[in-house]
């Protein structure tokens, strides 16, 4: 499985951005695809996810209402986007996508970084005020 993450960059406060998320191999055997990040002097964090049907999707309190997570499957690869809409300096960080592997992490967990067992490299997103 290989992750590949795009589309960060310097954006105002207030500004949209969209990041992308190239997923191939093992495509059949991927629970869902979450996005997370690691702020300044922060642990890494889960912020969003979406199932393998691209139909369910949860996101973390911090961004819930302002990022959308989307699924494109493209055979053989899969696309996932985060649209980030009405950033905020603290939303700086780096962004990363990651694979849920079968078998599933149970839904109490999903949140958990432990629950993503392969990772694309990151994104800088940076929000200046």
């Known amino acids: 499985v290989q992750l590949q993450a795009s589309g960060g960059g310097l954006v105002q406060a207030g500004d949209s951005l969209r990041l992308s998320c190239v997923v191939s191999?093992?495509?059949?055997?991927?629970?869902?695809i979450a996005w997370l990040r690691q702020t300044p002097g922060e642990e890494r964090e889960w912020i969003a996810r979406?199932?393998?049907?691209?139909?369910?999707?949860?996101?973390a309190d911090s961004v819930k209402g302002r990022f959308t997570i989307s699924r494109v499957r493209d055979n053989p690869k899969n696309s996932v986007y985060l649209q980030m809409s009405s950033l905020k300096p603290e939303d700086t960080g780096v962004y990363y996508c990651a694979a849920d592997f079968s078998p599933c992490a149970i839904y109490s967990s999903r949140s958990r970084i432990s629950a993503y067992e392969y990772w694309g490299q990151g994104t800088l997103v940076t929000v200046s005020s």
């Open positions: 191999g093992g495509i059949n055997s991927i629970c869902a």
């Open positions: 979406i199932g393998s049907t691209g139909t369910n999707t949860y996101y």
